[in-house]
């Protein structure tokens, strides 16, 4: 069974899926007819758009999967995967796309290629992109908001990189119209850069999600000041989060006063897990490993907090930090 956030992270993938194949059709169909390379490339565009689509529904309900023995923190990573292969789709289209429009803008300027411009019609089918787009935009975003899901955070990223490039290509179509032909396929060069910026950014957030950088210089601020609300945590000397999909999992190590026993010791752990879980979004697990406070973890700062844990890290597992 789905959950609510997994229904409406289906939603915002099954309309984009049917919106796009009807796009794609209508869109690479009427840019061959009506000799437009911008709106053929935005054609090949929407292509490209619902072989992701199909990727990211099928990921999504891998990641509904619930937790099992060998992921103990359910399956949610695979949507950060799936972030990962839609940034991947767009970059690749994009440098497709540029080359193509490129090729056909230095055929016109040197002479070896002839074109009147496109076709009225290739213009309203830019237009009714337009207006569809600003839509999904729209839609797509609050759904993402709601989600916290980066599989739809990308996707709403996607719709608005598409419904500025429908602008550009229209833009292109108009003028070409006009007695400017080349216009008509620089148009799609720029909607390939454009497509390829979205694709980037998509790219670098999933993977930072991947990778696990976390906690940021917030997160251990917000931690650290939660901590001081619980008695007998004196200090913070480490600390280490990990991203699982939409969950984070924190590990941290605090000082106490030694002369407490194991359960008084292991009392103060358990309100400190208690605390971040019920105060942090998202916190799906916190580990807490505590020892007697030392004089040279008094006043740490922060930034000596994490440069502490990425040391103690790396004496663990050399190799990952050469």
Do not use: C
């Not at 040279?296 to 994490?306: F, G, N, P, R, V």
């Amino acid at each position: 069974m789905f959950n609510d956030r997994d229904k409406k992270s289906l939603i915002a993938i099954n309309l984009g899926l049917g919106i796009n194949i009807l796009l794609a059709f209508v869109k690479t169909l009427f840019g061959i007819m009506g000799h437009s390379p911008a709106l053929l490339a935005e054609g090949i565009n929407s292509t490209s758009d619902v072989a992701y689509y199909i990727a990211a529904s099928i990921l999504v309900r891998l990641a509904s999967k619930p937790a099992d023995s060998d992921h103990p923190y359910g399956h949610r990573q695979m949507e950060s995967i799936a972030s990962v292969l839609i940034g991947s789709f767009v970059v690749a289209t994009a440098v497709a796309v540029f080359w193509d429009s490129f090729d056909k803008v230095w055929d016109i300027m040197d002479g070896r290629a002839v074109s009147e411009g496109a076709q009225p019609f290739a213009l309203w089918v830019a237009l009714g992109t337009v207006a569809i787009k600003i839509f999904l935009t729209l839609y797509v975003r609050r759904l993402g908001r709601e989600t916290k899901n980066p599989i739809v955070e990308a996707l709403a990223y996607d719709h608005r990189n598409d419904l500025f490039s429908a602008s550009a290509a229209s833009v292109g179509i108009f003028l070409g119209q006009r007695g400017l032909p080349w216009v008509d396929p620089l148009a799609g060069a720029l909607v390939a850069l454009l497509i390829m910026r979205t694709g980037i950014f998509v790219l670098r957030e999933s993977s930072t999600d991947l990778m696990g950088v976390v906690p940021s210089r917030d997160l251990a601020e917000r931690i650290a000041g939660l901590l001081k609300e619980v008695p007998g945590a004196k200090q913070l000397e480490e600390l280490q989060a990990h991203r699982f999909g939409p969950h984070i999992v924190i590990n941290l190590t605090i000082g106490i006063d030694g002369a407490l026993s194991v359960r008084e010791g292991d009392i103060i752990a358990s309100n400190v897990e208690t605390k971040l879980a019920n105060s942090i979004p998202n916190v799906r697990r916190v580990h807490v490993h505590y020892h007697p406070a030392e004089r040279q973890h008094e006043d740490m700062s922060i930034d000596e907090i994490l440069k502490a844990s990425q040391k103690h890290a790396s004496a663990y597992h050399p190799e990952f930090y050469e």
